[in-house]
Nanobody, 115 residues
Framework: QVQVVESGGGLVQAGGSLRLSCAASGSIFSFSVMAWYRQAPGKQRELVATTTNRGRINYADSVKDRFTISRDNAKNTVYLQMNSLSIEDTAVYYC?????????WGQGTQVTVSS
């Protein structure tokens, strides 16, 4: 069993920054992929950023040059540094871990950007 817990969400003004963290615990294999998704009200969940255990990183076009994903394999933790936040970034952010046995989701953390 793998547990995944996000933290770091909150309310921030437009132009501000937040850093999200997500840690996995339990019966852990090596995670091939760690990722962040988000879901805004009335919209489908979308991929924000991914990082692989081979060092490959990808971002959604909407967050490129503003968000940075990083991972600490020793801590089984993935981070999302979010800068220059806009109202359009308001959403529930979910982290996602993938290992040979399956995929694991956190419960989500709310990020609200105010004008």
């Amino acid at each position: 069993q793998v547990q995944v817990v996000e933290s770091g969400g909150g309310l921030v003004q437009a132009g501000g920054s937040l850093r999200l963290s997500c840690a996995a615990s339990g019966s852990i294999f090596s995670f091939s992929v760690m990722a962040w998704y988000r879901q805004a009200p009335g919209k489908q969940r979308e991929l924000v950023a991914t990082t692989t255990n081979r060092g490959r990183i990808n971002y959604a076009d909407s967050v490129k040059d503003r968000f940075t994903i990083s991972r600490d394999n020793a801590k089984n933790t993935v981070y999302l540094q979010m800068n220059s936040l806009s109202i359009e970034d308001t959403a529930v952010y979910y982290c996602n871990f993938v290992d040979p046995r399956g995929t694991y989701w956190g419960q989500g953390t709310q990020v609200t950007v105010s004008s």
